[in-house]
């Protein structure tokens, strides 16, 4: 989410009650003989509006489970998560008293620090990422398309170098796809999503052994190559310069998948970096209540 | 470059989307990190038991308690006052308080070791900040401070508070006199032993401060007599055996004389002419009790002219029965400061002349050698960067020990049974 002027009121309502809460612990702190207690009144009191600042940013995850119901838009609970979390940041270190406490507390501060360091990184990483992405990565791509485009541009990779060489019986794998799409094409008949592939020569053209052979030994294995690394496209410049006019359109649409194959490794990079967070901050955040749970229970139990 | 149409042809959009690697992740990792969350908890418990829920450690004293938690708290309540008074003795505060805190209020645990008995001056001002407000009458103590600089001056020190013990000491004589040998040059030390907690000083015993020079042995022919340091009916029975003895021991001394057996020396003549042991010692017991007894003759030389009980006691005007002199209690205070503690031993790297600076100028037994308040503000002061502290706490205890039938008895009566509990069982 980026942070943008519509979040005036949040940072604005939310840094107000920090430091309220800030004012109120350091009066309660400097009045206190033995020093700030979570077991204290006002110990207390911070430990359940950290707490229910933490649940209301949890909630952001039921919110997403039922998208119909009209509880207030996505946005709006995701504004509430950001700032409710960042708040139960000092509530919570004010309920504490800046201290760890026993093996249980102690474990519940880890988990806290680890859920609101990651969620922080996760907010500053999205302020930064899509605007990267935006300049790095102009042919963007819906992320769940990232595979299935990766393995076209293979198959349209090949297209192009059989149109002039004929069929690679090395690219078994690509012929095969290309016989599967024209076997679904037959199906569907009027589907305007089918494409116009070029056909292959009859014969490999004259002194085509030299695209046969780039695109077998660089080409191919680039296409190949994991979709998270970007890696260097090939240099198509000698090709370009051996390869005669009839072939310029090929080559250069050879160029053209290479870089959209590269910017598509590029953009699943930038996506595993906004993403991966998650998976920390998300599961770590509901084992973090489940013990908050049992801290809650155990501290009005004793 | 490809078109936005071109790309669009290339999309799949499939009914059923197969889920991305991330949101295949997402549940399993929720999943595994609930259940690593409660696995860890478990391993908590298994090697912390109860103490995993402790906010902070337990006082030394309570370590035995180890994780029977409900030794002292019970199920969503505080910690009730009957759990500290089954191991500790409840002393009450004052009869001026209006209402006594909880144990909990001023001895708080699960804190560091230290805080469960330094009570914070803030609980005392709470109520002796103002103490003319809480209650009438007036107690007859200081009744606003709040702060060791607003101590009042000690009790003992205050104006026309006077050393009231019945006994003739003389500091400057004792600390100064070249009359003394070297050898028994007196120092504080050798009269003021520490008790074994190191607060109050021992009792003077004349036996063992006194008696060194100053033996109740007055010179007679009879013999050597000594009269112990008792009350004078024990005195005259110890007199009356010892010449007894003597008697027996040496009757041609007492009796009979003897006649001289050297040429140019006289016979002895017996020294009593008395003709039965009880009429010697009746005659003998007489002459010892006038010594012991003589009264302080102000216009003798002091040692030479008063030896004996009335160099240093006083007698009352009446009599006891038996003509013996009623002699009266030396009432030596055995605490100065009524309301607070003092432990020598804390202070016993501070010479005592430091502290007690007039007592080699101290001629008179009414001279109070207390040191003031100012003097223990040097050190117990606010403003000093290495103060010794000012916690109230330092001298007084909350808890009224002064009324306790025993004051000797420790602080603290531990019930070792209910300490072991589970264990013995």
């Known amino acids: 989410m980026l942070l943008t002027s519509d979040h005036t009121r949040w940072a604005v309502a939310t840094s107000l009650a920090a430091v309220v809460a800030a004012a109120a612990y350091t009066v309660y702190a400097t009045s206190t003989p033995y020093g700030p207690s979570g077991g204290s009144w006002p110990g207390l009191c911070f430990g359940i509006a950290g707490t229910a600042c933490m649940l209301s940013a949890v909630f952001l995850s039921a919110r997403k489970k039922f998208l119909l119901w009209r509880i207030g838009s996505a946005q709006r609970w995701m504004k509430l998560h950001v700032w409710l979390g960042l708040l139960a940041i000092p509530l919570i270190l004010f309920h504490a008293g800046f201290s760890l406490g026993g093996p249980l507390t102690t474990w519940l501060m880890v988990m806290f620090a680890i859920v609101s360091l990651s969620g922080i990184y996760g907010l500053a990483v999205q302020q930064v990422i899509p605007r990267v992405m935006t300049l790095r990565v102009p042919m963007e791509t819906p992320r769940s398309q990232i595979d299935h485009l990766s393995a076209s541009l293979i198959v349209d990779a090949y297209e192009q170098v059989a149109s002039v060489t004929g069929h690679l019986p090395e690219a078994a794998g690509e012929q095969a796809a290309l016989a599967e799409e024209e076997k679904r094409n037959a199906l569907r008949p009027g589907d305007w999503k089918q494409v116009r592939r070029l056909i292959p020569a009859m014969s490999p053209a004259e002194g085509s052994d030299t695209l046969r052979n780039f695109y077998l030994d660089t080409i191919r294995p680039y296409l190949h190559r994991k979709a998270f690394k970007p890696g260097v496209p090939p240099d198509f410049a000698r090709l370009r310069f051996d390869a005669p006019g009839e072939w310029r359109a090929p080559v250069d649409r050879l160029a053209e998948i290479c870089e959209e194959s590269r910017q598509l490794a590029v953009q699943a990079r930038l996506h595993s970096w906004l993403h991966s967070w998650l998976l920390m901050h998300a599961p770590l955040s509901f084992a973090l209540l489940v013990l908050v749970a049992v801290h809650v229970y155990m501290a009005l139990h004793y | ?425």
């Open chain 2, 1 to 425: 470059m490809r078109s936005s149409k071109d790309l669009a042809r290339r999309l799949r959009f499939d009914r059923f989307p197969r889920p991305d690697a991330f949101q295949r992740w997402y549940p399993i990792a929720a999943a595994l990190a609930v259940v690593a969350a409660i696995v860890g908890w478990l391993f908590i418990r298994l090697g912390w038991h109860e103490r995993q829920y402790l906010p902070g450690p337990v006082a030394p004293a309570h370590a035995t308690f180890g994780d029977r938690c409900q030794r002292c708290h019970s199920s969503f309540r505080n910690v009730a006052d009957r759990a500290c008074v089954e191991c500790h003795v409840a002393r009450a505060h004052s009869e001026y308080e209006l209402e006594a805190p909880r144990c909990a209020a001023c001895h708080v645990e699960h804190r560091s070791d230290a805080v469960s008995l330094a009570v914070s001056n803030r609980l005392c001002i709470d109520c002796h900040g103002a103490l003319e407000s809480k209650r009438q009458p007036k107690p007859s103590i200081q009744t606003s401070i709040r702060d060791f600089a607003e101590h009042p001056q000690f009790a003992a020190l205050r104006e026309g508070a006077v050393d009231r013990a019945v006994l003739r000491f003389n500091h400057k004589l004792h600390l100064n006199s070249d009359r003394i040998a070297k050898e028994d040059t007196l120092s504080c030390p050798k009269c003021h032993v520490p008790e074994a907690d190191g607060r109050l000083m021992k009792p003077i015993n004349f036996e063992a401060h006194c008696k060194r020079c100053h033996e109740q042995k007055p010179p007679l022919d009879v013999g050597p007599i000594e009269a112990p340091h008792k009350e004078p009916a024990v005195v005259r029975e110890s007199i009356a055996a010892q010449l007894l003895v003597l008697a027996v021991q040496s009757p041609e001394v007492i009796f009979t004389g003897r006649k001289s057996t050297l040429p140019g020396v006289p016979d002895r003549e017996p020294i009593s002419e008395a003709r039965s042991l009880r009429a010697f010692q009746t005659e003998w017991l007489g002459k010892v009790e006038e010594r012991l007894y003589k009264p302080l003759n102000q216009q003798a030389p002091l040692l030479e002219g008063n030896k004996y009980c009335f160099l240093c006691h006083d007698s009352d005007l009446d009599s006891s029965p038996g003509g013996l002199p009623k002699i009266r209690a030396s009432a030596i205070p055995k605490r100065w400061l009524l309301r607070g503690e003092f432990s020598h031993r804390r202070h016993d790297s501070v010479e005592c002349s430091a502290c007690h600076d007039q007592i080699r100028s101290s001629e008179r037994s009414s001279d109070v050698n207390l040191p003031k308040r100012e003097l223990c503000q040097r050190c117990h002061s606010n403003v000093q960067s290495r103060s010794a502290g000012t916690q109230c706490v330092l001298c007084h205890s909350y808890h009224d020990t002064s009324r306790h039938v025993d004051p000797g008895a420790p602080a603290r009566q531990v019930n070792l049974g209910v300490l072991l509990g589970d264990a013995e069982k």
